[in-house]
T-cell receptor, first 111, second 114 residues
Framework: TQLLEQSPQFLSIQEGENLTVYCNSS?????LQWYRQEPGEGPVLLVT?????EVKKLKRLTFQFGDARKDSSLHITAAQPGDTGLYLC???????????FGQGTELSVKP | GAVVSQHPSRVICKSGTSVKIECRSL??????MFWYRQFPKQSLMLMAT?????????EQGVEKDKFLINHASLTLSTLTVTSAHPEDSSFYIC??????????FGPGTRLTVL
């Protein structure tokens, strides 16, 4: 059973288009994180959302945490080829600071 | 931000040999480090939690005798893949947690077993 369901898993779009990636769970999370990973590298933290209903912006990226803290979304405006990569949501579970990851969204932005 | 390094970045070995991967926190101390495995086009799967000075905690389905973890200091954890087989070929990533509970990921190690 996947605790964090991410969708879509694959997304191929043209430069300039907008897109949204979703991360859903039936469980409540104290926080959720979004990472971006390029091939052959480790994931890099983009943002952490902590408060239900919170919206955070990072240039053309907008992150939202659901009111009930069970879901989150990542919206990219006017995607560019440099946005290509694997986007992962993750959240802590149990004690000990373990992170579980969603399945990931492989984004390809074509020029 | 804090930096985590991994060594080697890539390794190729013959089936049946053992391979050691190092994970270092370069500018902070980490009592807890985590080891993940990632197959192509897939997400990260947690293998084990490495605790300084004590035994690692393995996730369900991960063989502790095959994936030996040693966390002998506050800046170093090692993962040894023993008697490696082709199905162990994967991208292994570690992360280290600082005293603010934030995790920082290493760049990963690509293991190929022939």
């Amino acid at each position: 059973t996947q605790l964090l369901e991410q969708s879509p898993q694959f997304l191929s779009i043209q430069e300039g288009e907008n897109l949204t990636v979703y991360c859903n769970s039936s469980s409540v999370f104290s926080s959720l994180q979004w990472y971006r990973q390029e091939p052959g590298e480790g994931p890099v933290l983009l943002v952490t959302v902590v408060t239900g209903g919170e919206v955070k912006k990072l240039k053309r990226l907008t992150f939202q945490f659901g009111d009930a803290r069970k879901d989150s979304s990542l919206h990219i405006t006017a995607a560019q080829p440099g946005d290509t990569g694997l986007y992962l949501c993750a959240g802590p579970y149990n004690q000990g600071g373990k992170l579980i990851f969603g399945q990931g969204t492989e984004l390809s932005v074509k020029p | 931000g804090a930096v985590v390094s991994q060594h080697p970045s890539r390794v190729i070995c013959k089936s049946g040999t053992s391979v050691k991967i190092e994970c270092r926190s370069l500018d902070f101390q980490a009592t807890t480090m985590f080891w993940y495995r990632q197959f192509p086009k897939q997400s990260l799967m947690l293998m084990a939690t490495s605790n300084e000075g004590s035994k690692a905690t393995y996730e369900q389905g991960v063989e502790k005798d095959k994936f030996l973890i040693n966390h002998a200091s506050l800046t170093l954890s090692t993962l040894t893949v023993t008697s490696a087989h082709p199905e162990d070929s994967s991208f292994y990533i570690c992360s280290a947690r600082d005293n603010h509970n934030e995790q920082f990921f290493g760049p990963g190690t690509r293991l190929t077993v022939l």
